[in-house]
Nanobody, 121 residues
């Protein structure tokens, strides 16, 4: 059974930092592109950052470049999102996402349940 379990969200003041974690199981983590998405109230879900494997190439939304860092630990089946210099507009539910091929060669996309990040004074 595939599971993506996010943690690390919470309330933080503007300018503060948070580190999100996503623990994965039930699929070959090291073969999947891992991403973080977010969805604010009344807005569409958007890509925040993505990281490939094994090269570890990364991609960021323009709004998060220079402030957020995505990383992964394939030995721990975990992907992280370090968020610095947080702004109120970063407030959203953050979702972990996995994209790759299953054992049959079919593309599969998995989602976590989301973790709330609120940036407010």
């Amino acid at each position: 059974q595939v599971q993506l379990v996010e943690s690390g969200g919470g309330l933080v003041q503007p300018g503060g930092s948070l580190r999100l974690s996503c623990a994965a199981s039930g699929f070959t983590f090291s073969s999947y592109v891992m991403s973080w998405y977010r969805q604010a109230p009344g807005k569409e879900r958007e890509l925040v950052a993505a990281i490939t494997s094994p090269t570890g190439s990364t991609n960021y939304a323009d709004s998060t470049k220079g402030r957020f860092t995505i990383s992964r630990d394939n030995a721990k089946n975990t992907v992280y999102l370090q968020m610095n210099s947080l702004k109120p507009e970063d407030t959203a539910v953050y979702y972990c996402n996995a994209l790759g091929r299953d054992y049959s060669g079919n593309w599969e996309r998995y989602w976590g349940q989301g973790t709330q990040v609120t940036v407010s004074s």
